[in-house]
């Protein structure tokens, strides 16, 4: 599976120590020029940046429509609009972005969507974690935001729902 990754799940992977996680679920891991310098250029100092940086395999893609690039501008952030046109020019299978805005229009696009939760549960099914309720309590500590609703979704999708 050909899949590509927006900033913000990158960064949330890292810093939770599972950005090999993407590697090891799919076969190839894209992210565009713009995802590389959001995370890496101006990230400079910061662990994840390192991270992102040294990741062996992440493949870098650059877009051609920048008509279409500009248009969605208007809605959505840089990294965000450069991924959704990279995945609709490379017929990626599937969008890794977290931010609800992005996803609607990626979706809107017929694109396939999932965000930095579907890949804990992705890994948790896969083996590679052993649950996903410690990493979401981590990402929470660091910024990320979950609605109890989404959280009990979550965790009774990944089998860790107390009784």
Request: net charge negative; hydrophobic share 45%; no cysteine.
């Amino acid at each position: 599976m050909r899949v590509i990754v927006n900033s913000s799940p990158l960064i949330f992977l890292a810093k939770l120590g599972l950005l090999d996680v993407l590697g090891e679920l799919f076969e190839e891991v894209y992210i565009t020029d713009g995802v590389y310098h959001e995370t890496v250029v101006e990230g400079h100092g910061h662990d994840e940046a390192l991270l992102i940086a040294e990741a062996s395999f992440l493949r870098r893609v650059s877009i051609r429509n920048h008509e279409l690039f500009r248009f969605l501008l208007e809605m959505i952030d840089y990294g965000e609009a450069e991924t959704i046109v990279a995945a609709l020019e490379n017929k990626f299978d599937l969008v890794i972005l977290d931010d609800k805005d992005a996803r609607k229009v990626a979706r809107g696009f017929g694109l396939k969507v999932t965000g930095t939760l579907g890949i804990l549960l992705l890994a948790r099914r896969k083996g590679l974690i052993p649950a996903v309720g410690p990493y979401i309590e981590e990402l929470r500590k660091h910024g990320f935001r979950i609605s109890e609703d989404v959280l009990g979704k979550i965790l009774e999708s990944a089998g860790e729902l107390k009784s």
